[in-house]
């Protein structure tokens, strides 16, 4: 009885460690980035500069392939948040991360919609970076890193619309990808409260094996 019990509580403080490791890999990409506005329509007094956060956790993405070189990522958990140094702000769920491969139009889009053209208030904010005849992307993988050097343009902007489906203004970076200043940080993701207490369980058993060992030579004594 003695060693089965001593058996789980181990095989418990193995699963521990093993699910603190899981944990300890980088997971969550945040994207920072900061850009001149180059073009307002229908937006007063929108700032001279735009910056913004994007943030994913890559271990919750899913990938839906259009074709060989194509395809768009799924991030339940992702945000997007867009600001303007003239008081323009918005924070949305990350609609998803479109990745092209292809020599003639290889890049990056990170979408962010809310509401329903038509139906409710609707607004669209993306950021972009693309590279025409390049091969800045080399793979269909979810991006991690970005160096804007590599691209050759990038498109930053807010569309808003009307309940009613009427576009009514837009804020925009557009296009090159030198005046955008990007950095990418990754971290790891933060265990649930079931696994810290899967941890605590763990090594509580690890000290009691290590007690036992201590003192069965006294009991034998």
């Known amino acids: 009885m003695k060693s089965t019990i001593l058996s789980a509580v181990f095989l418990s403080a193995v699963s521990a460690v093993t699910v603190c490791s899981s944990q300890s890999k ?10 001149p506005i180059t073009n307002t329509f229908g937006v007063a007094n929108p700032g001279s500069q735009i910056s913004g956060t994007i943030t994913y956790d890559t271990a919750l993405a899913t990938y839906t ?44 889009q990170f979408v962010a ?14 950021f972009r970076l693309f590279a025409f005849n390049s091969t800045a992307v080399t793979d269909t993988s979810i991006p991690t890193n970005l160096n804007p050097g590599n691209f050759s343009g990038s498109e930053i902007f807010y569309d808003f619309y009307s309940p009613a489906g009427t576009w009514i203004g837009q804020v925009e970076h557009c296009c090159s990808a030198n005046d955008v200043s990007v950095t990418v940080t990754m971290s790891a993701a933060v265990p649930e409260p079931s696994t810290w207490a899967m941890m605590i369980l763990g090594f509580m058993g690890v000290g009691f094996m290590a007690y036992r060992r201590k003192s069965k030579p006294a009991l034998m004594a």
């Open 26 to 35: 980088a997971d969550i990409v945040t994207i920072s980035f900061t850009t």
């Open 65 to 108: 392939s259009f074709n060989s070189h194509a395809g768009v990522y799924s991030v339940p958990t992702g945000t997007f948040t867009f600001a303007t140094d003239g008081g323009v702000s918005l924070t949305r769920s990350l609609t998803g991360i479109f990745v092209d491969d292809t020599n003639n139009q290889s890049g990056y």
């Open 113 to 126: 919609n809310v509401g329903t053209q038509n139906v409710n208030d609707f607004s669209t904010v993306q």
